[in-house]
């Protein structure tokens, strides 16, 4: 069965400081996607990325990098430069298969707190 | 363009009373999920939609919760009759399901959610 395991409940670090976000996932699939979604204080959900499980190359986007392992079943998520406005929940995602209207598991979240 | 709207966005309601969640998707989507988000038991998928069709309903909790699309821009849940224990925060997601090699492909795109209060 899919799992999506999000171990750190929650981080707080400095301003300024990088910031890793770990996540760990299961499946017997081996076509699927993984995705982070990010949660601020708002409440909406909002997409941040999406990868599929034959592309391992790592992304960049501004201050956000992705890491996709699949050696180690990993999807780990980096700020650098962290801001307070990333505070927010973030949550990492895994899709059933990769057919039409897969389901989606999501871990349980992480709550990343930023200080000033 | 318009993303995921959901109506009412706060509801507060008391036990027994009937409660409907309304949402329009993303146009040109093909797939409709409802979610349920507690503190306790975090993002539960109820069931989703695919070309307006019911696809999997195993996540909606019991007899009272019910769920229609009849048509490709709108869809309900509806409790009846609510409880308190189903307070919640409702979301909506839709996404353009089959689109082999898309960008937009299977990601779903989450609606503002309703907050649901049954008193």
């Known amino acids: 069965a899919q799992k999506v395991t999000q171990a750190q409940t929650e981080i707080s670090v400095v301003e300024k400081e990088d910031v890793t976000l770990d996540c760990v996932y299961e499946?017997?699939?081996?076509?699927?996607?993984l995705f982070w979604y990010k949660q601020p204080p708002s409440g909406e959900l909002v997409f941040l990325i999406r990868r599929n499980s034959f592309d391992e190359q790592n992304e960049i986007s501004g201050r956000y990098s992705w890491n996709f392992q699949k050696s180690t079943s990993s999807f780990n998520f980096t700020i650098t430069a962290s801001q307070v406005v990333d505070s927010a929940v973030y949550f990492c995602a895994l899709s059933e298969g990769w057919s039409s209207a897969s389901k989606i598991i999501f871990g349980s979240g992480t709550r990343l707190s930023i200080r000033p | 363009d318009a993303g995921v709207i959901q109506s009412p966005r706060h509801e507060v309601t008391e036990m027994g009373q009937e409660v409907t969640l309304r949402c329009k998707p993303i146009?040109?989507?093909?797939?409709l999920f409802w979610y349920r988000q507690t503190m306790m038991r975090g993002l539960e998928l109820l069931i989703y939609f695919n070309n307006n069709v019911p696809i999997d309903d195993s996540g909606m909790p019991e007899d009272r919760f019910s769920a229609k699309m009849p048509n490709a821009s709108f869809s309900t849940l509806k409790i009846q009759p609510s409880e308190p224990r189903d307070s919640a925060v409702y979301f909506c997601?839709?996404?353009?399901?089959?689109?082999?090699?898309?960008?937009?492909?299977?990601?779903?795109?989450f609606g503002p959610g309703t907050r649901l209060t049954v008193l």
């Open positions: 499946t017997r699939d081996t076509t699927y996607y």
């Open positions: 997601a839709s996404s353009l399901a089959g689109a082999s090699g898309g960008h937009e492909a299977d990601t779903q795109y």
């Open positions: 146009s040109g989507h093909n797939s």
